[in-house]
């Protein structure tokens, strides 16, 4: 019943035009608020998607690290083992160090990651060229595949250049001598191409053959940076990273993807959530105004309270009808911001309407991507907030006797 008497207050008009203008303005505050919630919890949740796929293609699904120190050592009879384990699609063996790249006169330095012939099963970067063929070559024949901004910095084109490029790297060597050049490594590649896949990666890193790279560092036979694995289900990482670990030992930390990016993900979480945040303080400057409104309406109404205390009202139906009331407020307006915000992500999903300024990035719009529990949430914080608004005038008018004659 007070759910009836709540919305004919809501609907009907008011003798006082403040308390209709209020309230819509109550309700418009609310709605605007949703939107704009919704709307960049939705664009946040495209950038993480379109960032995920993005480091997808370079990251595997499980990347096995030393605990401590650069290198592991590894037994053939181990990397066997790991590749029967259940649910594994792929696995490939790599070693990565800093190296410095001279070609002619130009000079960068690089993460050079030396990869094995399987390591098209762990990672996209095979299918991202942007130049030339996937080739790393032989230990007596290396070659180099660049990253696109590596290439520009060099000032080649890797599948057009003739000329070798010099790679220096830091290699492991017990030599005392007071010389520091002999603790370098200096060998001849040359490249075949480069990758494309982000800037994080474009700018940092060159693929080449994991035995060019061994010899050049001294490294052991056996003796790897990482092992990479991919998974026929990668929505089970977390738990075969869990089972991997228990598996190797203390000497082995086993990584999903969201764990080698971890601070990456992160700082992407945490911006979302600020700015809801922020967003969320317009619904709670929105609440003033509602309070406002009631308060008006149970002046208003004050001939109506009395008439349903003598009817045999209690307190707590006076405060369900203006609970109600409030609650309505928030309902009409965040249904509202919630629909507008549809129509608009839908828009922008079909036809691109708002271009991303600048040219730094793969795409030229705001992605956008719709999550179920977004809406979920920014409508339960809207209730929440219009529910704490209410209950301050709800309560005074039913702890008020009001009398018919006033």
């Not at 945040?277 to 409104?293: C, D, H, Y």
């Not at 079909?350 to 719009?365: A, E, Q, R």
């Amino acid at each position: 019943m007070y759910l009836k008497f709540a919305w004919r207050y809501f609907k009907a008009k008011k003798s006082t035009n403040a308390i209709n203008i209020i309230s819509w303005v109550t309700a418009g505050v609310i709605a605007f608020s949703t939107l704009c919630q919704v709307l960049v919890l939705s664009v946040f949740n495209g950038f993480e998607d379109l960032v995920k796929s993005l480091y997808s293609n370079f990251y595997a699904d499980v990347k096995v690290v030393p605990a401590k120190g650069k290198t592991f050592v590894m037994t053939q009879a181990q990397l066997n083992a790991i590749h029967k384990m259940p649910g594994v699609s792929g696995t490939s063996v790599d070693a990565e160090e800093k190296a410095l790249l001279q070609s002619g006169e130009q000079q960068t330095v690089v993460l050079l990651k030396g990869v094995d012939s399987n390591y098209y099963q762990v990672s996209g970067v095979p299918h991202k060229m942007y130049h030339g063929a996937f080739n790393v070559g032989t230990i007596d024949n290396p070659k180099l595949i660049l990253g696109a901004g590596i290439e520009n910095a060099l000032g080649i084109q890797s599948d057009r250049n003739l000329f070798p490029v010099t790679v220096f790297l830091p290699k492991k060597t017990n030599s005392s001598s007071p010389d520091p050049l002999s603790a370098l490594s200096e060998g001849n590649a040359t490249t075949s191409g480069s990758f494309a896949i982000q800037q994080d990666f474009d700018n940092k890193y060159v693929i080449t053959n994991l035995a060019f790279m061994k010899q050049q560092m001294n490294y052991q036979p056996d003796e790897y940076s990482a092992l990479e694995i991919s998974l026929s289900n990668p929505d089970q990482s977390e738990e075969f990273a869990k089972t991997l670990h228990r598996k190797l030992g203390d000497q082995f930390k086993a990584l999903t993807k969201y764990q080698q990016n971890a601070s990456l993900y992160n700082s992407m979480r945490l911006e979302k959530w600020f700015i809801y945040a922020v967003l969320t303080l317009i619904l709670i400057i929105a609440a003033f105004n509602m309070v406002g409104a009631l308060t008006m309406l149970v002046l208003e109404k004050r001939k109506d309270i009395s008439v349903l205390q003598s009817l045999g009202a209690d307190g707590a139906l006076i405060k369900k009808i203006f609970l109600s009331e409030g609650i309505l407020l928030a309902v009409v307006g965040a249904g509202t911001g919630i629909i507008l915000a549809l129509v608009i992500a839908f828009l922008q999903m079909k036809f691109h309407l708002i271009k991303l300024i600048g040219n730094s990035f793969l795409i030229d719009y705001f992605p956008v991507k719709l999550v179920v529990t977004d809406f979920i949430l920014v409508a339960l914080t809207s209730l929440v907030i219009a529910f704490c608004a209410s209950w301050f005038p709800a309560r005074k008018a039913s702890q008020q006797m009001f009398n018919l004659k006033a």
